[in-house]
């Protein structure tokens, strides 16, 4: 029997780090990203995933890619199915 992997991913966004720019919003392809009601230390409104939209990432990277505060992560994980 061969088991199957079922690949799962999700982002970790810094709040503090984010000044709000969100390109990340604009290039995430399942539209997980949203912008959070509350501010930071910097005044910003930051990004946070959408609650209930976080099992939809695809690990694909581009909200990471075009944050220029490094404020999001993406990891990756593998499940036995």
Do not use: H
């Not at 061969?2 to 990340?24: D, N, Q």
């Not at 539209?31 to 609650?51: D, F, H, L, Y």
């Amino acid at each position: 029997m061969v088991e199957k992997l079922k690949r799962s991913a999700y982002i970790v966004i810094e709040a503090e780090r984010c000044k709000g720019c969100r390109y990340c919003i604009a290039v995430c392809p399942v539209q997980i990203i949203g912008v959070s009601k509350s501010t930071n230390q910097m005044g910003a409104n930051p990004v946070e995933v959408i609650v209930g939209k976080d099992d939809l990432c695809t690990g694909c990277g581009n909200c990471a890619t075009m944050c220029p505060d490094t404020a999001i992560s993406v990891f990756s994980t593998r499940e036995k199915s």
